[in-house]
């Protein structure tokens, strides 16, 4: 699968996937860094990739219909330390073969997994 890391997770989210034998490239990676979301969105679809991200503006459904794209994964850790981050996408990779991610919005938190069907 393919992923693109927005720039509010840390690099090592990117890395916790290429682990996992999927494609990632961060926001940084590609000098995205400070662009709007409907730019990175827009990216996310021409390049067939997952958004990975903190940001709550994605889960909007009316504005980011989840069918419009390859999947979008909004985490919500309690902490905002670095490691819960990665728990939570520890937590995610095992599910990518077994929940629908395509057309589908996650919402990943530290007591669940929470699908929005596009």
């Given at each position: 699968?393919?992923?693109?890391?927005?720039?509010?997770?840390?690099?090592?989210a990117?890395?916790a996937?290429?682990?996992?034998?999927?494609?990632?490239?961060?926001?940084?990676?590609?000098?995205?860094?400070?662009?709007?979301?409907?730019?990175?969105?827009?990216?996310?679809q021409?390049?067939q990739?997952?958004?990975?991200?903190?940001?709550l503006?994605?889960?909007?459904?009316?504005?980011y219909?989840p069918?419009d794209?390859f999947?979008?994964?909004?985490?919500?850790p309690?902490?905002?330390?670095?490691p819960?981050?990665?728990s939570?996408?520890?937590?995610?990779?095992?599910?990518?073969d077994?929940?629908?991610?395509?057309?589908?919005?996650?919402?990943?938190?530290?007591?669940?997994l929470?699908?929005?069907?596009g």
């Open positions: 699968m393919q992923f693109k890391i927005d720039e509010n997770l840390p690099v090592e990117a890395e996937l290429r682990q996992a034998a999927h494609d990632a490239l961060t926001i940084h990676d590609q000098q995205m860094v400070g662009q709007p979301d409907p730019r990175v969105a827009s990216v996310c021409s390049e990739r997952v958004l990975l991200t903190l940001d503006d994605f889960s909007d459904i009316r504005t219909s069918a794209y999947g979008i994964i909004v985490l919500r309690r902490s905002q330390a670095k819960a981050f990665l939570l996408i520890g937590q995610i990779i095992p599910l990518l077994s929940e629908p991610l395509v057309g589908n919005l996650w919402i990943v938190q530290d007591t669940g929470r699908i929005r069907e």
